[in-house]
Nanobody
Framework: QVQLVESGGGLVQAGGSLRLSCAAS????????MGWFRQAPGKEREFVAT????????NYADSVKGRFTISRDNAKNTVYLQMNSLTPEDTAVYYC?????????????????WGQGTQVTVSS
């Protein structure tokens, strides 16, 4: 069993930055591809970014490409989401997810483990 705990959310002004962290408990973290998803009020949860087990491959939603960076430190069992140039449209609860595969995925249903989420609010 893997538990994921997100941190780093908060309130930031438009144009600002935040770095989210997701700490994983359990063994074999480097066997998991990881992803970040988000859910804005009144909307469905959507894909944000994903990273392979080694960190060598990443993918992003078009809406965050060039502004967000996903990375991981397997020695620390942690995955990060660096968010720059934030806009009010980025306001959402951000979820970390892990899948029992070394390959990335855009799809929620392919993830086996989820964190509880962390709120990011961007003011205009």
């Amino acid at each position: 069993q893997v538990q994921l705990v997100e941190s780093g959310g908060g309130l930031v002004q438009a144009g600002g930055s935040l770095r989210l962290s997701c700490a994983a408990s359990g063994r074999n973290f480097n066997n998991y591809a990881m992803g970040w998803f988000r859910q804005a009020p009144g909307k469905e949860r959507e894909f944000v970014a994903t990273i392979s087990w080694s960190g060598g491959s990443t993918n992003y939603a078009d809406s965050v490409k060039g502004r967000f960076t996903i990375s991981r430190d397997n020695a620390k069992n942690t995955v990060y989401l660096q968010m720059n140039s934030l806009t009010p449209e980025d306001t959402a609860v951000y979820y970390c997810a892990g899948r029992w595969s070394r390959s990335r995925s855009y799809y929620e249903y392919e993830y086996n483990y989820w964190g509880q989420g962390t709120q990011v609010t961007v003011s205009s």
